[in-house]
């Protein structure tokens, strides 16, 4: 298991020293870092705990010019470790950086109070008041201060055993759904390529795997991962530091922002809501401010837009609206952070509710504020029955809802099944083309389904029923077939419908005509018969075009040509007169017709109905009885 620890606190205050001093290894790697002796990227060092789990530290930035810099380091951590200097207090910085984590959700953390070699009792008494001070109504008020000094070595096995055990309350993140990691860090090696790392949001992955990086949107196979300080690892977990060396990977493919994760799996957006919280002294977040706003390791600029109309003021929370300007690589959940345009002071943070969303209407602005409160405040379980309402057919597909979402498999199935347990909802397929569609939606189409079929057993009691063929044009045009055919499966699974043929019936209807429908059928069959080999013409006078249609359906009738019709019993004749006639010698159509008594089309329609019944055999100009 990993955990990661982010550092904080203001310019100079002893972050790199402390992190030495602990590890043993300095996390500030750039020339122009150790000349000015400040800290400017993000570093990395690692710290093994007494039970063989490993502490990544990312050392931040203290300096104002690179707040930015210090957002993307710990916009993935567990918890945080504030450094303070013991000489100086709390800073402008000191402040800045409490109320990013703030808006980051990380709670968890510890005080070092450094250089506490250089004052005296006094003022270092001074300096924990202000830490107290500044801590105070903050989630992380309790969080425990520890006098050290890097130098000396005071307070540093004390701060050391508290690290660990802070480690050691970290829930361990699954490893069960899928793979996703923002990129803070690029570089290159001689003989090996681009390397990226990150912290693993989710999932894991392994050598050999298949990923794909947003928002470039290219796909690449892991020739080489390292976790944490290791190399030639099998595989890298949610919550550990993975560094990913990529078959191809070139230095203008990815950059910090980008996320990469299992291929389909990430979307690159440009507008997103959230329920954004802003902070108490700072500014108003007013209608289309321009602000830099900082998701994951991503910083671009972006247009907010107060759902509700009307400016979001400093201490209130509400819903915003951010249309970006370049994209970003989130998932509802994410946590973000909005950073003034100039002059460049953090005002705001909040999650990301819904993604892909559209500009605010203000007609629909009454909707949409329901819509957020839901996705706020309500479980996954009336998110997706709220999703399923929304749509046209009342359905959702189970692949892309995740998609959209970022909602873990097991999650997913969770409230999934716990909807289908209360008979509000039913799954349909499986594996990609799985759907989740609401019960009621189902037995609608069901009821459309059985009144379809009721209606021609109704109407025309002589069909064998419904052609399978027509159903869908008896249904309303926008349900969608698989939908028809899984409500269509039900129904023959409960034996409410029968498939006879190519036809639907209701199963309680008679399969043979007896009673008053078997005489009606004779009635056309008596009319059929006395017109004899020349045919009956349809339509028939008295006889309706629905009757004559369903014992067509039913084998009692065929058609000679497209208006003209006989029965069965005529074939059979026919058969005997031609073998009468000719027995095994060949014949010619005219010799057929002299011999039927009928005309030459007639002649001609009763030889194809004999060939394609494969009582007789064509050869050129003759026929043979076969």
């Known amino acids: 298991m990993g955990v990661i620890i982010g550092t904080a606190g203001h310019i100079d205050h002893g972050k790199s020293t402390l992190m030495l001093a602990l590890t043993g290894r300095d996390p500030d790697r750039l020339k122009e870092e150790k000349a000015r002796g400040i800290t400017i990227e993000l570093g990395y060092v690692f710290l093994e705990t007494p039970g063989g789990d490993t502490i990544s530290f990312i050392d931040v930035p203290g300096h104002e010019k690179f707040v930015k810099t210090m957002v993307a380091g710990v916009a993935t951590v567990d ?9 100086e207090g709390v800073m402008p910085q000191t402040v800045e950086h409490l109320d990013i984590l703030r808006l980051l959700e990380v709670d968890r953390g510890i005080v070092a109070l450094a250089k ?7 003022l270092i008494e001074l300096a924990e008041e202000e830490v107290r001070e500044a801590l105070r109504g903050t989630p992380a008020e309790s969080a425990p201060i520890f006098r050290v000094s890097a130098k000396t070595g005071f307070g540093m096995v004390e701060l050391k055993q508290a690290l660990f055990h802070m480690a050691a309350q970290v829930d361990e993140k699954s490893s069960q759904g899928r793979f996703r990691m923002p990129v803070d860090r690029i570089f290159t090696l001689k003989g090996f390529g681009t390397i990226i790392c990150g912290t693993g949001l989710s999932g894991k992955v392994k050598v050999g795997d298949s990923l794909e990086i947003q928002p470039v949107g290219k796909v690449f196979r892991v020739r080489e991962l390292g976790v944490n300080d290791r190399r030639n690892s099998p595989c890298g977990m949610a919550g550990e530091r993975i560094a990913l060396n990529l078959t191809g990977l070139r230095k203008e493919d990815v950059h910090r922002g980008s996320v990469v994760g299992e291929k389909g ?17 700072n500014v108003d977040l007013l209608i289309r401010q321009r602000v830099r706003f900082h998701a994951g390791t991503a910083e671009v600029m972006a247009r907010a837009i107060p759902v509700e109309g009307k400016p979001l003021l400093r201490g209130e929370t509400g819903y915003v609206h951010f249309q970006l300007e370049h994209p970003v690589v989130a998932m509802p959940g994410d946590r973000f952070v909005i950073r003034r345009y100039s002059p460049i002071v953090t005002i705001g943070g909040g999650i990301i509710l ?7 209407r203000s007609r629909f602005r009454e909707a949409r504020l329901e819509h957020l409160d839901l996705l706020s405040h309500g479980d996954l379980e009336d998110l997706l029955f709220e999703a399923m309402e929304d749509t046209l057919c009342h359905f959702v597909e189970v692949a892309d809802f995740m998609k959209k979402t970022g909602v873990e498999p097991v999650d997913f199935n969770k409230a999934a099944e716990s909807l289908v347990e209360q008979n509000r909802a039913l799954f349909a397929g499986e594996g990609k083309s799985a759907r989740l569609i609401l019960s ?10 059985l009144g379809s079929i009721a209606t021609v057993h109704r109407n025309v009691p002589l069909s064998p029923g419904l052609p399978s063929a027509h159903l869908a044009r008896k249904l309303p045009p926008d349900i969608p077939v698989w939908t028809v055919r899984f409500c269509l499966f039900r129904l023959q699974e409960e034996k409410k419908v029968q498939r006879r043929g190519g036809f639907l019936c209701l199963s309680d209807f008679p399969e043979q005509l007896s009673g008053e429908t078997l005489k009606q059928a004779d009635r056309i069959l008596s009319d059929a018969r006395k017109a004899g080999l020349q045919g ?4 028939a006078p008295g006889r309706r075009i629905e009757d004559i249609e369903a014992l067509l359906n039913r084998g009692f009738l065929f058609n000679l040509s497209e208006n003209l019709i006989s029965t069965e019993d005529s074939v059979g004749k026919v058969k005997n007169i031609v073998f ?4 095994e010698k060949p014949f010619r159509l005219g010799e057929l017709r002299e011999t039927l008594g009928v005309s030459r089309k007639i002649a001609l329609m009763w030889a194809e109905v004999l060939d394609g019944r494969n009582i007789t055999r064509r050869d050129g100009e ?3 009885l076969v």
Do not use: H, W, Y
């Not at 009468?580 to 027995?583: K, L, S, T, V």
């Open 79 to 87: 918890c945080f470790l504030l450094v303070v200097s013991a000489d």
């Open 116 to 122: 506490c070699d250089l004052v005296d009792d006094d």
């Open 265 to 281: 799996f990430l979307k690159k957006l440009n507008s997103l809501d959230t329920t954004c919280s802003m902070l108490q002294g």
């Open 354 to 360: 819904d993604t892909g969303t559209r500009k605010v």
């Open 440 to 449: 009621a939606a189902v037995e609608e189409v069901e009821r459309k389904i």
């Open 536 to 539: 009956m013409k349809t339509p």
């Open 580 to 583: 009468e006639a000719f027995g």
């Open 622 to 624: 003759s026929r043979f």
